[in-house]
């Protein structure tokens, strides 16, 4: 398993020239000893000082080795989980910088590392699991104690004595399941989009001899489709990167499936996605149940939007969108089309009110990426919340490199030791990465406020509120009140006519995001539970955008595309309703800080800098990690034990009134199918296809 490739090496040596001396190596020797060296560690404690009754008692029941007869002296449990939490720090750590070697230098040397870490890290996790359920844990007293062996035990596991002997050719399942994610996440990285140097798109076949160009997702092909207004470019950017990444993908995909759900099969679930509802910890599985729920809630928001925008697209691009069905997917400044707001200059309500866009301002203020990052840490500070750690400057990667290929999406990382948190992100000076800098932060915030807690507790009180600590921030980064307090706005405009325009700003990217937020797992929960099969994955990808989001592919696509395949989150493997969750919880965050900073007004108006007491609160919450239930802990900020939407429609209220009689006086259809019946969208979105768009054999896609 664990091989060296000399080559490979060379290549890295060669690296480090450029790394410098900040690059550290996960010690792998230290993984492998693992499972051999505390193979018996239960036993040791269970057993080491026999002249004690109840050390005698726990030896017998040791030795038995029966299934049936567990362990059931607690404080037996305690002892083993402080020697199993120590270990965990270290194992966590090396799995860490693992994972961070890969994705800032992406070779394939380290794409080896990355997965014989990933390797060792589950071959120790089975041996911790086989000793931990040695105990009775479902019968603890201690609800911590319990709390911990249940969040320990849960999970998947997969079985290396059972090889696969069809297409795997008798692949180790574990292996195997290595192999295919980090290979999707090598494509995803890697993928680029070549097209004759010096023009927009091809026209025509490139051959071998013609001079090229070749464009990564970020910042090349991302900036296109944010910054291009013309249709066919943005097609060819649209097509291109779905046909170099999503194919490779879906040929993997499948794979991945099966082998999530072989593994959570062993761990007792029913499928992958059970087990990713867990943690949200909702009876009966009903993680599902309460997300539908929200979202009705949200809808009529969403398409009152929707309307508004496919009027202004309509404009913008004559003869090319249906003023009363779906959207083409490629116009809405994002390769995903999941938030709207880099064509705010189409959808800006007010055109002759200034624009609240502080880009420019901080291109002549000369900002650059490490000021970008001080201003979000003074945001912090202000609140009486932690600076980031000196190791935060010394490894973050805050800008794209030229010397090599590196996961451009924006991460942050905890390293679980010795408060060591970075940020991964290719920055570029405009105002959209200033707010996704105070996101990403949030994130290492929420790291540093729950660092002194067992590893197993470390994380959000579900997935959706780490995803929402940033984006709280950030709702006051983005007032007027306070750019104007950091110097990037001269004045603070408050006539109806800028309120709508600002409101309409950020509404393109949480009302636009809310329908995509929910889409994704929705079909993914429905992948793994087997009821989509791999021949349907792309076309039940599109139904379900067009249900939920009102929008169609551009292009004709098939079941041999895997457009879901070019979002980072399907080949990462990562759960995507946190966001969905985390759009909502943290306009109710911001509420309650707004409360405890003693703000009063509009509640899109608050801003919270320097305010020590929500800084307090903040604190407060994030310290619990996932110490306990999540509904507690949004209880200690909010007064409340459930999301409530109400705080979302509380701020955006001045732009959904102002929405709801502008539709109405232009009788816009509101919604995307005549009766809003699934059939009929379907024929809807077929006349569009025949209708509007007419495919052209020689530049190979429609328009």
């Known amino acids: 398993m664990l091989r060296q490739n000399n080559l490979a090496i060379v290549f890295l040596l ?85 994972t961070w070697n890969y994705e800032t230098n992406m070779t394939d040397y380290n ?33 911590t104690l319990y709390r911990i062996f249940n969040f320990m035990l849960r999970g ?63 910042p090349d092909l991302q900036d296109i489709i944010a910054n291009s207004r013309d249709y066919d470019e943005n097609l060819w950017v649209w097509k291109g990167w779905r046909d170099a990444v999503g194919r490779k993908i879906g040929e993997l995909y499948p794979d991945w499936v099966e082998l999530k759900n072989v593994a959570a099969s062993n761990g007792g679930y029913a499928d992958e996605g059970q087990l990713w509802r867990e943690l949200y910890e909702i009876p009966n599985d009903g993680l599902e149940e309460m997300v539908d729920a929200l979202y009705e809630e949200v809808k009529p928001m969403y398409k009152q939007l929707h309307a508004f925008i496919r009027r202004r697209l309509a404009e913008q691009y004559p003869g090319r969108v249906n003023r009363y069905g779906p959207i083409p997917a490629h116009l809405f400044g994002n390769m995903w089309a999941q938030q709207w707001n880099n064509i705010y200059d189409i959808a800006k309500p007010f055109r002759d009110v200034d624009e609240i866009d502080v880009t420019e301002v901080m291109v002549e203020q000369k900002y ?18 932690d600076p980031m750690p000196d190791n935060f400057w010394k490894y973050s990667m805050l800008v794209k490199p030229n010397d090599r290929e590196v996961v451009c999406h924006g991460s942050a990382h905890n390293f679980m030791k010795d408060r060591e948190v970075r940020i991964k992100m290719c920055t570029e000076v405009d105002m959209e990465d200033l707010y996704t800098i105070h996101h990403e932060m ?22 959706g509120f780490h995803e929402a600590v940033g984006d709280t921030i950030a709702l006051s980064v983005v007032t007027p009140n306070y750019l104007h307090k950091i110097n990037l706005m001269d004045t603070i405009t408050r006539s109806k006519e800028a309120t709508i325009n600002y409101q309409m700003k950020i509404a393109l990217s949480k009302i636009a995001f809310l329908p995509f937020g929910l889409m994704i797992d929705k079909w993914r929960w429905q992948v793994f539970r087997g009821n989509i099969k791999p021949e349907d994955y792309n076309d039940k990808w599109w139904e379900y955008r067009l249900k939920y989001q009102g929008l169609v592919p551009p292009i004709a696509r098939s079941s041999k595309d895997f457009d879901p395949g070019a979002k980072y989150h399907i080949p990462s493997g990562t759960p995507y309703i946190r966001y969905f969750v985390s759009f909502l919880i943290q306009f109710q965050f911001h509420r309650s800080l707004c409360k405890e900073a003693g703000f009063e007004g509009p509640l899109h108006e608050c801003n919270i800098y320097e305010s020590k007491e929500a800084g307090n609160a903040l604190k407060e919450m994030l310290s619990y990690g996932m110490s306990q239930p999540w509904t507690d802990t949004l209880e200690v900020l909010t007064g409340k034990r459930k999301i409530d939407s109400s705080a979302i429609k509380e701020y955006f209220a001045p732009l959904m009134e102002w929405l709801e009689k502008e539709n109405a006086q232009n009788n816009e259809q509101i919604g995307w199918g005549m009766n809003k019946i699934e059939d009929e969208l379907e024929l809807l979105a077929e006349k569009l296809w025949e209708d509007e768009y007419q495919y052209n054999e020689e530049r190979e896609w429609w328009y």
């Open 14 to 98: 060669l690296s480090l020239v450029y790394l410098g001396s900040s690059y550290q190596f996960p010690d792998i020797e230290y993984l492998k000893s693992l499972p051999g060296k505390y193979d018996s560690l239960l036993k040791e404690l269970a057993c080491k000082d026999l002249t004690k009754r109840s050390q005698l008692v726990n030896c017998e029941i040791y030795m038995l080795s029966d299934d049936d007869t567990l362990l059931t002296d607690e404080a037996l449990a305690w002892e083993w989980l402080e020697r199993i939490n120590t270990i965990e720090v270290e194992e966590s750590y090396q799995g860490a910088i693992a």
């Open 156 to 218: 998947g596991k997969l079985d290396d004595s059972k090889q696969r002997e069809d297409h795997l050719n008798k692949t180790k399942q574990r292996e195997r399941l290595n192999y295919v994610s980090t290979e999707m996440i090598d494509i995803y990285g890697k993928g680029q989009v070549c097209r004759p140097k010096g023009e927009k798109y091809p026209t025509k076949e490139m051959k071998p001899t013609t001079k090229k160009e070749c464009l990564s997702l970020e």
């Open 368 to 385: 650059n990426h490490t000021h970008m990052f001080r201003i979000a840490e003074r945001f912090f500070v202000s609140l009486g919340m």
């Open 442 to 463: 949030g994130h290492c915030e929420y790291y540093l406020q729950y660092s002194d807690l067992p590893v197993i507790f470390r994380s959000g009180a579900n997935p």
């Open 111 to 143: 794409q080896e590392v990355k997965g014989n870490v990933s390797y060792l890290k589950a071959v120790w996790g089975t041996k911790m699991k086989k000793q931990g359920r040695r105990f009775d844990w479902q019968n603890f007293k201690n609800p």
